[in-house]
Every structure is written in C-alpha cells, then in structure tokens.
C-alpha cells in the first residue's frame, strides 16, 4: 500500500470531509449522551446536539459528496489542495467555537461556518456556470442556504424563542432534505444498474422535478407561516420518493449491500417527509419524531451507504461490501430503530437512547478504521 500523502488527501472534496463528518457524527453523540458535562458552549445541550448533527454532520457529508461530484458533472475539480485544506479548517474552527463558552466562541463558530457553506458553494457555483450543466444551477443555492439557515438557527437560539428555534432547524432540515433527494434520486438508479448484471430500472426524471417542486413549495410555505399547506406539499414529496423506491425494483438489489442501505435510506427520508407532513398539518405529533426519522432513519442510513460507495468508487476500490461494512450498515439501522424508539414515554427511553448511541458511535468507528487509510493514501487504479 502506498504511504500517506497530503496532496492524496486534500485532492477531491470527499476525502478530509467524509473523515471529518463521520469522525464528528460518533464524537458529537458520545459527548451529548454520555459527557454532557463538557458541553459548556453557548447553545446548550439539545440545541447543540441539533445544530451539530444536521450542519456539523450531515451537511458536512453532503458538501464532501457535491463538491466531488462536482468535478464529475462538470470536468473541473471545485476544492483542491490549500482551498480544500482552508474549508477544512473553517470547519475545525466552527466546531472548536461552538464549543467554546462566551460569545466570543459562538461568533467564530456561526462565522467559519457560514463561510465554510458560503465558500462551497461558491466554488460549486464557478464550476457549474463555467461548463453551463443548468440542470445544477440550483445546487449552490441550496449549499448557501443551508449556511443562511445555520445562522438564523444560532440567532434564534440566542433568542432564546424555541418556536422560531424550531422553524429555522426545519428550514434547514428541509434544504437538507431537497439536497439529498436531488443526489440520491440521480446515483441510486446509476449504482443498481451499474451493481446488478441486466438490470434496467427508470430514472424517473418527471416525478423527480414534481418531487423537488413540491419541496420547494414547502420550503416557501413554511417561511411564509402557512403550515398545514407546507404539509400537504411535504406529503407530496415523500409519496413521491417512496413510489420511486418501489419503482425502482428493491427486491432485485437484496443481495448487493452496496444498494440495499441506500434503498432503506431513501425510503426512510420519504417516511420522514410524511411524518413531518403530519406535524406541519397540524396532528398530534412531537416536532422530533419528524426530526428524527429524516434525520437518523433517512440522511444517516443514505449516508453510511454512500459514503462507502463512493468512496470505494473514487479510491478505485472493488465496489464489494466487505463484512466490516455490512456490520456497519446493521448498526445505524440498529442505531436509528432505538432511537426512534427512545422517543416513546416510557421508564426505559434512557437506556435505549445509550444503547443507540452506542450502537451508532461502534458503526461510525467501524468506518473510520477501514477507510481512513484508504482516504489519506492516492488511489489504488
């Protein structure tokens, strides 16, 4: 195996980011479950745990996977070497300042922060412009709001007004939400196609447009104060995405794990746009079931997928699913199943919440070890 190389790493937007998102993901949570004690910044304990694991985690992976796909789209690499190296440390920055007490260390997190989102998607925006790919346009707005809702989420929080707290979370739980819809409805028919010998499923490129339209409009509405009508469109979206999880033929993927996890998270992340529906239209539901079905049933599982996935195909690996993988795989389904079931009232709902944190912190640890070694060396083919 070749030796460890910064030019490697800091090559494709992928390598430092899929590191530092999955390493946060297990960090953050082992610190919120079972040291809370330390977390002595200025939003407190729920409210950080929320902000770190949609825009310090999730979105973290997402940007990662944009900016490599990026290069793919367009034949131009966004980031690379000092630039990469520079968002990275934008994003070390903003996680040391969130948990830094005073507001001194609030300000340098939301500050890097907003730049980390704001300088990719900037970079995303030159390339797409520069090799006029229009159906990309949207993508670095959708980057840049998820920087532009992170700062109102701090902003609220200092507030100290849950209500709008909680619309500005959504707000950016809902561009995350378009982000992952976008990419995922484009790589999992390719993946399948690409993953099992003569199969033909369709992109459904049509329902596609009406599935991001329909997010939009949620997007809009909620801003604009008009609930129940952000629910019906956020129903629309997640039918939608688990129509197309049918569509796409998920019995003839069983047996290939590299395509089964994206199946189940796909199709979490459209469950979880029907619960928030639910929420938004105004039933009986608490506001962090919908929170916690797309977050950890939808974009964790989607991620685990494609941050395997991905990786291997980027590296130049063999696109198998070692027993590592798959181990890890079971554990964030695992993961996700006792938290989602630690939400319920009952006497048992801390211990079930430690043994998903467990359960998710020996998953992301499993990825670490077998990909770290890999991401920091150049590729293999």
């Known amino acids: 195996m070749a030796a460890p190389q910064w030019r490697a790493f800091l090559e494709l937007g992928f390598r430092p980011l899929y590191i530092a998102g999955t390493l946060w993901a297990a960090v953050s949570v082992v610190l919120w479950v079972f040291a809370p004690q330390v977390l002595t910044g200025s939003l407190p304990g729920v ?95 959708l980057v840049l709001g998820l920087g532009v809702a992170d700062v109102l989420y701090v902003l609220a929080a200092g507030k100290g007004d849950y209500t709008l707290l909680m619309e500005r979370f959504n707000l950016g739980l809902l561009c995350m939400a378009l982000i992952a819809l976008l990419i995922a409805r484009r790589v999992i028919p390719f993946f399948a196609m690409r993953g099992v010998p003569g199969l033909q499923i369709p992109m459904l490129t049509r329902s596609g447009h009406w599935q991001i339209g329909a997010g939009l409009l949620a997007i809009a509405l909620q801003i604009g104060g008009w609930m129940q009508a952000s629910g019906v469109a ?33 199709a979490g992340l459209g469950a979880g746009l029907l619960v928030a529906a639910a929420h938004a239209a105004g ?22 997928g494609m941050v395997t996935r991905t990786a291997l195909g980027h590296l130049g690996r063999p696109l198998r699913a070692d027993r590592t993988m798959v181990v890890a795989y079971v554990l964030v389904i695992l993961a996700a199943i006792l938290r989602l079931t630690a939400l319920l009232p009952t006497s048992f709902s801390i211990h079930i919440l430690h043994l998903s944190a467990g359960a998710w912190m020996v998953a992301f640890g499993l990825y670490l070890w077998r990909f770290v070694p890999m991401l920091i060396r150049p590729r293999a083919l």
């Open 283 to 304: 039933w009986v539901i608490r506001p962090a079931w919908g929170a916690h079905v797309i977050g950890v049933a939808g974009f964790s599982v989607l991620i685990i």
């Open 47 to 141: 409210i950080w745990h929320a902000h770190e694991m949609l825009w310090g985690f999730i979105a973290t992976i997402a940007v990662g996977f944009l900016l490599t796909a990026g290069a793919n789209w367009t034949g131009i690499n966004p980031m690379h070497g000092g630039a990469l190296g520079g968002l990275a440390l934008l994003w070390v920055l903003a996680r040391i300042g969130y948990l830094s007490p005073g507001p001194g260390g609030l300000w340098l997190g939301v500050g890097c922060e907003f730049l980390f989102f704001a300088w990719a998607a900037a970079a995303l925006g030159r390339v797409i412009l520069a090799s006029g790919s229009r159906r990309n346009y949207g993508v670095p707005l």
């Open 234 to 266: 956020l129903a629309v979206a997640g039918i939608i995405s688990l129509w197309q999880v049918l569509a796409w033929r998920p019995w003839a993927v069983r047996q290939v794990p590299l395509l089964w996890i994206l199946y189940v998270g796909y």
